[in-house]
């Protein structure tokens, strides 16, 4: 039995009571053997998700036949190549690129923003997209925000859109939105996933309701759920009631945050600025409709359209032969797991990472590598 | 990065507000919350934006779990991603003593 409760204190009950995940493991128990298949399979795409898995063992609760899989749930690992090498030819060409942290370690097909920031070019790391326009505001020169993040943090960067930046301003877009890559993952050969856990702050902004087309085109229930231990346990619990009765629907089981609507107005911004268009995830498909992009009304904005950008010129070096041995890709499509990849713990960790999953506090194997390498033993 | 972070709202000004994170004031963007927000509000922030009012109702809990998130030690990431919100900073970014 894991331990649940690191401190005494009241608080700390109502969210980690060992006696209560007992219980809610006790039922899963149940409800698996009333499924009666000798294994099914969930996913989660949720960062905060993975971490409060791994930290607190719970995998080592669940019954055997019970398959919890993190998925694409990791914005900075599934940025591809090619929108890393934009990121970094622009920083090459002279301007000033302005990101989140995690992204400035990820390998582009030569470099990451951090190889060009020791060749020279300047990186400025911010917490928020409203910095870099600030940043912006204070120069002359080109101040390239290069946004990731899923809709939740897209909506932050359509915030600033609308609230007329200066010229100097662009915003070098790779955001990604959930749905569409929910629908290709759980499409995928040699993937099961019967059910999803959806991740609660993304579903404040979106609204839980936002996955109901998925669950009546895929007839496959979705759950949205906290990210405290018995708030995933209680999300699984629901997820597996609704697998053994056949219920496709969605449940929130997280109402403290998320309402069946979400936060219309937010909603409103991302989609009068971001359309989705179809793209490349890194190392697991094409997602058709699964990156945002900024509407034609703000072309003066979009540092695609605005600058010419030539990757061509960093394909010249070779791509590093150990990327090719990382099997990211297969890990957030729920295929293949940390430690099955041969560089895991040893040539790719979080100081010296190969791939993007590495490389963020969001990453599966970063999560997996902070808290004991196989949260499963 | 999806994880927010509560804050009470001291003052407002605009379209932001200064927000009290544990001791910590920072500005907050009030672009995107769908509901008005005074001082003594609680909104929820996240990469410098409130997303969300968080109802009366639900505060006292919300706070709570933030407290436990709070006490754990450095090595734990959600407890990472939690301060680096609150000190608007990236994670990396945030030192021990910060």
Known sequence: MPELVRDTGVSELR???PGRARALAATLEQLCTQI???SVSVMHVCGSHEQSIAKFGLRTLLPKSLNVIMGPGCPVCVTDVPEVDEAVALALSGKTIATYGDMVRVPGSSRSLADAQAEGARIEILYSAA?????????????????????????????????????????????????????????????????FLAAGHAAAITGSAIFERFVEHHRIPVVVAGFEPLDILAGLVKLLELIRDGTMTVENMFPRCVTAEGNRNAQAQLWRVFRTVGGNWRGIAHIPNGNLRLRDEFAH????????????????????????????????????????????????????????????????CKIWHQYGGHPDL | MCLGVP?????????????????????????VVDEPVVPGDYILNHVGFAIRKIPE???????????????????????????????????EAVRPDA
């Not at chain 1, 990382?326 to 713990?345: E, Q, Y």
């Not at chain 2, 804050?7 to 963007?29: H, K, N, P, Q």
């Not at chain 2, 006292?60 to 000190?87: F, H, N, P, Q």
């Open chain 1, 301 to 364: 904005l979009d540092a695609r359209r605005r600058f010419d950008i030539d990757v061509r010129r960093l394909w010249e070096y070779a791509p590093a032969t150990l990327t090719q041995s990382c099997v990211c890709g297969d890990i957030m499509a729920g295929i293949a797991s940390p430690d099955r990849c041969p560089l895991f713990g040893k040539e790719c960790t979080p100081d010296t990472p190969v791939g993007a999953c590495m490389v963020s506090n969001e990453g599966t």
């Open chain 2, 7 to 31: 804050g009470r709202v001291v003052e407002v000004r605009g379209s932001i507000a200064l927000v009290d994170f544990w001791g910590v004031r920072r500005e907050t963007r009030l672009d």
């Open chain 1, 131 to 195: 910095e870099a326009v600030e940043l912006a505001r204070d120069t002359t020169e080109d101040v390239v925000f290069f946004a990731s993040g899923f809709e939740t943090t897209a909506v932050a960067t359509a915030a600033v859109v609308l609230a007329d930046p200066p010229p100097n301003f662009t915003v070098l877009s790779a955001h990604k939105y959930i749905p569409p890559v929910m629908e290709i993952v759980a499409e995928m050969p040699g993937n099961r996933v019967e059910g």
């Open chain 1, 36 to 38: 009666g298949r000798d």
């Open chain 1, 15 to 17: 969210f980690r009571d």
């Open chain 2, 57 to 91: 109702a639900e505060i006292r809990e919300t706070l709570a779990l933030y407290d436990l998130l709070l006490r754990e030690s450095e090595s734990d990431m959600m407890a990472a991603d939690v301060r680096g919100e609150i000190a608007g900073a990236r994670p």
